[in-house]
């Protein structure tokens, strides 16, 4: 298992930076390769609710179904995959900072299939995947686009 985590903090009180966090459909918008982001199962969305996740990365096309892990509002909200190329779980929490919300993201994944082979550089590419997408959804939140 490889495992990083990423925190960033977002000139946004926590209520607003959770509400984007939460709306698995806005994922996309801050999520380089990311196409479609959303939830396939009925009612809340509360652990054990099912989502897919589809995107491409390193020039593959996939689909991801996941399931919500935890859901704590304004505090936390995490997903596992449950098939798909890549194993991953992502915990996310938010908490107010001076300065407005830290989001901690802790990541944690194996690489199946295609992926598999080359796992040293699948690591890296998406730590820095997920680098940039808490960049962007910084600075949209910062900017208001949220």
């Known amino acids: 298992m490889n495992e990083f985590t990423i925190v960033t903090t977002i000139g946004r009180p926590v209520d607003d930076v959770f509400a984007v966090i939460r709306d698995v459909s806005k994922t ?6 990311l196409t479609e982001a959303r939830q396939t199962s009925d009612g809340p969305l509360e652990p054990g609710a099912a989502l897919v996740y589809r995107g491409t990365f390193l020039g593959r096309s996939y689909e991801t179904p996941a399931v919500c892990t935890a859901l704590t509002e304004n505090k936390q ?18 908490e107010p900072v001076a300065t407005g919300t830290q989001v901690t993201s802790f990541y944690r994944g194996e690489s199946r299939g295609f992926f598999k082979l ?3 550089l699948v690591v890296r590419l998406t730590k820095r995947h997920f680098e940039t997408a808490a960049a962007n959804l910084r600075t949209l939140l910062e900017d208001g686009a949220f």
């Open 118 to 120: 080359a796992e040293p």
């Open 77 to 94: 909200f995490a997903t596992k995959s449950t098939a798909g190329p890549l194993h991953i779980e992502i915990d996310t929490t938010v």
């Open 28 to 33: 996309p918008v801050w999520t380089p390769g």
